[in-house]
T-cell receptor, first 115, second 114 residues
Framework: AQSVTQLGSHVSVSEGALVLLRCNYS??????LFWYVQYPNQGLQLLLKYTTGATLVKGINGFEAEFKKSETSFHLTKPSAHMSDAAEYFCAVSDENNAGNMLTFGGGTRLMVKP | DTEVTQTPKHLVMGMTNKKSLKCEQH?????MYWYKQKAKKPPELMFVYSYEKLSINESVPSRFSPECPNSSLLNLHLHALQPEDSALYLCASSHPGTSLYEQYFGPGTRLTVT
């Protein structure tokens, strides 16, 4: 069975500071990994995904994530936080054996950005 | 068009009412999903349709009844709901058969059961 752990349900950074949101996963087969963002009263929007190939993945809004197999991690980073980045962030895992395309979500991390 | 639309945006219903949620996409996706999301929690999968057939039902109570009338539409019929069913209901779509493709989410319907 797959699982996802997001360390830190709340993360607070100052505007312009580095954003680091942590995600660790467990999977018995090579995983597919996703980061989604959810703004208040909205649906989820895909930030980036890793399936195969390059382990450093760049996404929208200046975010990137690095797949580290040895650490079973897929942490999300952004060099400089903006006020508009304040939202809930979900890491999710799936894999090629998952014919139903089911995602396993982490518990989410609420990012707060201070002016 | 990479949009999934959901109507209504908000719904308040009594425990004896019957209502329906609607979801629509025109991306040619043949997999569609219903999720339930409680406050401060991740989405929980309820149903998956693949090629208009119900492929996954995550042990959802029968007061929730999904329907996929065609490849673009997904409905969720609601009847005799309980207050604990109040939540944000999200629809999503994707290419079917592999998790290689991401799911696209709609904005959700905020349901309140009184």
């Amino acid at each position: 069975a797959q699982s996802v752990t997001q360390l830190g349900s709340h993360v607070s950074v100052s505007e312009g500071a580095l954003v680091l949101l942590r995600c660790n996963y467990s999977s018995s087969v090579p995983p597919y990994l996703f980061w989604y963002v959810q703004y208040p009263n909205q649906g989820l929007q895909l930030l980036l995904k890793y399936t195969t190939g390059a382990t450093l993945v760049k996404g929208i809004n200046g975010f990137e994530a690095e797949f580290k197999k040895s650490e079973t991690s897929f942490h999300l980073t952004k060099p400089s936080a903006h006020m508009s980045d304040a939202a809930e962030y979900f890491c999710a895992v799936s894999d090629e054996n998952n014919a139903g395309n089911m995602l396993t979500f982490g518990g989410g991390t609420r990012l707060m950005v201070k002016p | 068009d990479t949009e999934v639309t959901q109507t209504p945006k908000h719904l308040v219903m009594g425990m004896t009412n019957k209502k329906s949620l609607k979801c629509e996409q025109h991306m040619g996706h043949r997999a569609m999903y219903w999720y339930k999301q409680k406050a401060k929690k991740p989405p929980e999968l309820m149903f998956v349709y693949s090629y208009e057939k119900l492929s996954i039902n995550e042990s959802v109570p029968s007061r929730f009844s999904p329907e996929c009338p065609n490849s673009s539409l997904l409905n969720l019929h609601l009847h005799a709901l309980q207050p604990e069913d109040s939540a944000l209901y999200l629809c999503a779509s994707s290419h079917p058969g592999t998790s290689l493709y991401e799911q696209y989410f709609g904005p959700g319907t905020r349901l309140t059961v009184t």
